[in-house]
Nanobody, 121 residues
Framework: QVQLVESGGGLVQAGGSLRLSCAAS????????VAWFRQAPGKEREFVAA????????YYADFVKGRFTISRDNVKNTVLLQMNSLKPEDTAVYSC??????????????WGQGTQVTVSS
């Protein structure tokens, strides 16, 4: 069983940065790959970035490449999403998910509640 709690969202101007954190409980967290997803109002949830259990493999959605960076600390049971050069279209609720399987599409077994990111123009 893994429980996930996101934090770090907020209001930022276009061009600014935020760092989201996904804190996990459970001794087996390091066995899970983790991904970030987002959902904007009126839109479907979309994949943002994923990182393997060891942190050695990562992949990103095309629309965030070069702007967002995913990382993890298995000692602290935390996965971070550093978001730079934010755009108004990045506004969404961002959620993290943990999954046993590594691949694309990412399949989440456990999900957090999400944190709101709002980018003003």
């Amino acid at each position: 069983q893994v429980q996930l709690v996101e934090s770090g969202g907020g209001l930022v101007q276009a061009g600014g940065s935020l760092r989201l954190s996904c804190a996990a409980s459970g001794r087996t967290f390091r066995s899970y790959a983790v991904a970030w997803f987002r959902q904007a109002p009126g839109k479907e949830r979309e994949f943002v970035a994923a990182i393997s259990w060891s942190g050695g493999d990562r992949y990103y959605a095309d629309f965030v490449k070069g702007r967002f960076t995913i990382s993890r600390d298995n000692v602290k049971n935390t996965v971070l999403l550093q978001m730079n050069s934010l755009k108004p279209e990045d506004t969404a609720v961002y959620s993290c998910a943990a999954g046993r399987l590594w691949g694309h599409p990412f399949l989440g077994d456990y999900w957090g509640q999400g944190t709101q990111v709002t980018v003003s123009s």
